[in-house]
Nanobody
């Protein structure tokens, strides 16, 4: 069993930065692929970024490539999403999710078993 809790969301002006944190519990968290997804009001949940259990592989969506960076600190059981140059279209609830040990089909929500409650990110223009 793995539990994850997100934090770090808030209100920021366009061009600003935020860092989201996803703290995981359970023995398998450090060896699991972890992804970030977001869901804007009235839209489907979409993939943002993912990182493998070793941290050696990452993948980001085209919409955030070059602006967002995913990383992990397994000593702290934490995965981060550093978000720079935020835009109003980044406004959404951001979710952390945990998959298994493989880095496969990471853009699909169905690949993830455990989900956090989400943290709101609002970017004003």
């Amino acid at each position: 069993q793995v539990q994850v809790v997100e934090s770090g969301g808030g209100l920021v002006q366009a061009g600003g930065s935020l860092r989201l944190s996803c703290v995981g519990s359970g023995r398998t968290f450090s060896s699991s692929t972890v992804g970030w997804f977001r869901q804007a009001s009235g839209k489907e949940r979409e993939f943002v970024a993912a990182i493998s259990g070793t941290g050696g592989r990452t993948l980001s969506s085209d919409s955030v490539l070059g602006r967002f960076t995913i990383s992990r600190d397994d000593a702290k059981n934490t995965v981060y999403l550093q978000m720079n140059d935020l835009k109003p279209e980044d406004t959404a609830v951001y979710y952390c999710a945990v998959s298994g040990p493989s880095f496969f089909a990471v853009i699909q929500t169905t690949s993830y078993v455990y989900w956090g409650q989400g943290t709101q990110v609002t970017v004003s223009s």
